[in-house]
T-cell receptor, first 114, second 111 residues
Framework: NAGVTQTPKFQVLKTGQSMTLQCAQDMNHEYMSWYRQDPGMGLRLIHYSVGAGITDQGEVPNGYNVSRSTTEDFPLRLLSAAPSQTSVYFCASSPAGANTGELFFGEGSRLTVL | GESVGLHLPTLSVQEGDNSIINCAYS??????FIWYKQESGKGPQFIIDIRSNMDKRQGQRVTVLLNKTVKHLSLQIAATQPGDSAVYFC??????????FGQGTRLTINP
């Protein structure tokens, strides 16, 4: 199984540009989420989804949009990139109702905004 | 604000020794904690979890201890191996798979 797949792995943007980070999972998980990780820090939740058509904000949602049109995909959009959005982004998924806190993370997308 | 935090940013141990990584939390109502391991260039990987109705939980070579009185939890790794080198995070599960992570402890194994 591929698990959680993120693309691209690396991206450099100029301030003001827009882009979409892609995330796909093949485990039929209901829950998906996006986190960002800044140097020397833990991950912080940006947005999450508990199922197709349902999204909600996490701790640091400003500057990011998400949508969940299918169970498999959960893209993260940056409408106007800012240097403060330079970070490593992780997508995660998990089954609903699971009796553990285990999230399955992708390998990450490293974004640099100049 | 941050509800979980780790005590030490780095920890260095000899191969074969036991490692203890500590974490504190601030909210006495927190009831579910998880430890993740993150190797360089990879996403976090689930290690073990513990709920507030337990004081201790064991996995393969790992043990998590929860002290609700002082709001502290620890991850113990027995017979530390080179493959255990990574950054370790404690996280609070706030429901619907929403995690609040601490800052992480980088574990280095000396041969």
């Amino acid at each position: 199984n591929a698990g959680v797949t993120q693309t691209p792995k690396f991206q450099v943007l100029k301030t003001g540009q827009s882009m979409t980070l892609q995330c796909a999972q093949d485990m039929n998980h209901e829950y998906m989420s996006w986190y960002r990780q800044d140097p020397g820090m833990g991950l912080r939740l940006i947005h999450y989804s508990v199922g197709a058509g349902i999204t909600d904000q996490g701790e640091v949602p400003n500057g990011y949009n998400v949508s969940r049109s299918t169970t498999e995909d959960f893209p993260l959009r940056l409408l106007s990139a800012a240097p403060s959005q330079t970070s490593v982004y992780f997508c995660a998924s998990s089954p609903a109702g699971a009796n553990t806190g285990e999230l399955f993370f992708g390998e990450g997308s490293r974004l640099t905004v100049l | 604000g941050e509800s979980v935090g780790l005590h030490l940013p780095t920890l260095s141990v000899q191969e074969g020794d036991n490692s203890i990584i500590n974490c504190a939390y601030s909210n006495s109502a927190s009831d579910y904690f998880i430890w993740y391991k993150q190797e360089s260039g990879k996403g976090p990987q689930f290690i073990i979890d513990i709920r507030s109705n337990m004081d201790k939980r064991q996995g393969q070579r790992v043990t998590v201890l929860l002290n609700k009185t002082v709001k502290h939890l620890s991850l113990q790794i027995a017979a530390t191996q080179p493959g255990d080198s990574a950054v370790y995070f404690c996280a609070e599960n706030q429901g619907a798979q929403k995690l609040v992570f601490g800052q992480g402890t980088r574990l280095t194994i000396n041969p």
